[in-house]
Structures are given as C-alpha cells and as structure tokens.
C-alpha cells in the first residue's frame, strides 16, 4: 500500500508516524482479495488548528472506489483510531452491500429458470 502524508504547522515524531501507518496499511486486509496489479493507495493528511487540536484526514484511493474519514481530537492517535473505524464501517457495507447484490442476481435468475415437467432426474 502507497501511502502519502501531508503535514501542515505539525512536526510528527516517528513514534506517532509509524502507529499511523501500522493503522492505515491494517485497513489493507479488506483489499486482499483486488486482482493483482491493483494497487490501494492512501493520502494522510495531518494539521494543527488554531485552537490546539489535531485534525486528521485520511483518503483511500481503491480502483473502484474513495474511502474518506476525518476526525478532530486533542491527540493523533484519538484521531487516528476513530478515522480508522469511521473507514472500516465504510468499507464493510461496500461489501455487505456487494454480497447482497450478488446474492439477490442468483435469486433473480433462479426464479426465471423454468423445469421442463418432462425432463428426468
């Protein structure tokens, strides 16, 4: 997984930078299964606002879809973890929401199969 990070009016540590990144390439367990070649790729956006918090944005870039989370707390790791939650809910129901749209087209087609009342089993 590519990932990107924009820092603005922030130094991170490489304490923080890696536990972003340890969350961000964890979101990747859903993409296992994308053909080869397929590549997620991942924007963090880290910034301090004026009145003390740390506002964190993160954007995966799938090849048939956008996830986008973003949260403001007092640390980056509150931030960081409730971004990742608001990503996983997302990206499971794309694929709740998929595995019933498959489901329901094999129902579909099942109903307008028709028997012939002569054929043997």
Do not use: C, H, W
Not at 78 to 106: A, C, F, W
């Amino acid at each position: 997984m590519n990932i990107r990070f924009l820092f603005k009016e922030v130094k991170i540590d490489d304490r923080t930078k890696d536990y972003v990144t340890e969350k961000v390439e964890k979101l990747g367990k859903f993409f296992r299964s994308l053909k080869e070649g397929a590549e997620v790729s991942a924007e963090v956006e880290i910034d301090l606002n004026k009145k003390g918090k740390f506002r964190v944005e993160v954007m995966l870039f799938t090849p048939y879809e956008k996830y986008r989370g973003e949260d403001t707390t007092e640390s980056i790791e509150g931030s960081i973890d409730s971004v990742y939650e608001e990503l996983e809910q997302q990206i499971m129901k794309d694929k709740d929401k998929i595995i019933t749209m498959t489901r329901r087209g094999g129902r579909s087609i099942k109903k307008k199969m028709v028997v012939d009342e002569e054929a043997r089993f």
